[in-house]
């Protein structure tokens, strides 16, 4: 499946690794990453409006899609700080030196520490229904946790979580197309296949892509919290309006110097149920 309009290429980013992404239009760069357990796919409504006037560049995450791979040797094979290298060579093979960025879920937290990383390539970030790795783990506690238990599962050792993952993969991941919907129709049957195709053939990589979000990427948000490292960037944060427990604005204030924060009564997937909505956020936030 392809986003209308838009030309597939597989580009490399790093020794031994490809990103498959979609690119269509001109002007300045806009780079959207996608989210769990999705592809690049989920931008198929936003990218076509965002392309009048920009170049969208929609990769599938190291790990996921149609992107390589690579078994999980070592600690930061999946670790934010590289996925975030990675979508910068991305962007520099395209020919862009400087670029904007918007991600969702998992997407979001790689465009987080792009932004900390590289604050002279990212021009504007957008940040779509995720809070910051160590902010996610202080949150989440007591019976409210168990909307999140797949972090939990994917947390543990290599072996159990992706035999358990693979062993019953369609009715795993689809639970969360499910259950974080609230849109009829949003994921239609077709989009939903390639979903589940896509992740049954990337469970270990899946798993260790959250597998670092409970290890290194602590270590790094951490020693970036402790340096005063903050995104400098205009940041825009959506996230649903269901009760969120916590204050999000204050949440994400320590971590930005330029934030405008948005709630959606859309779902989780909210790019796909309210794509021109979260396309108009974007733009407005190109305009800052």
Not at 246 to 261: G, K, N, S, V
Request: with cysteine; charged share 20%.
């Amino acid at each position: 499946m392809r986003i209308p309009g838009f030309e597939t290429r597989s580009v490399g980013v790093a020794d031994g690794i490809e990103l498959n992404a979609a690119v269509g239009g001109a002007g300045p760069a806009i780079v959207l990453l996608h989210g769990f357990p999705q592809t690049h796919l989920m931008w198929r409504h936003v990218a076509p409006i965002l392309a009048e006037g920009h170049t969208v560049i929609c990769p599938d995450l190291r790990g996921y899609g149609a992107s390589s791979k690579p078994a999980a040797v070592a600690e930061d094979t999946y670790s934010k700080r590289t996925m975030a290298a990675d979508i910068v060579g991305l962007a520099g093979a395209l020919g862009f030196d400087r670029f904007a960025l918007a991600g969702h879920d998992r997407g979001a937290h790689v465009a987080f520490r792009a932004g900390l990383d590289h604050p002279d390539r990212i021009s504007h970030l957008g940040i779509l229904d995720i809070v910051p790795t160590l902010d996610t783990w202080r949150v989440l506690h007591g019976v409210g946790a168990a909307v999140a238990f797949h972090l939990y599962l994917m947390a543990q050792p290599p072996g159990l979580p992706e035999q358990m993952i693979a062993g019953s993969a369609d009715a795993f991941f689809g639970h969360f197309l499910d259950a974080w919907s609230t849109g009829p129709g949003a994921i239609p049957a077709d989009v939903r296949a390639e979903y589940l195709r896509a992740c049954r053939d990337a469970v270990p990589s899946i798993v260790a892509d959250y597998r670092a979000t409970a290890t290194i990427d602590i270590d790094h948000d951490q020693a970036d919290l402790d340096a005063g490292n903050r995104l400098t960037m205009p940041v825009t944060v959506v996230q649903q309006d269901w009760g969120l427990g916590f204050d999000a604005i204050a949440t994400w204030r320590p971590w930005t110097t330029d934030l405008e924060h948005f709630t959606t009564k859309a779902g989780h997937f909210m790019a796909e149920e309210a794509p021109e909505d979260i396309a108009t956020l974007i733009l407005n936030l190109l305009k800052r």
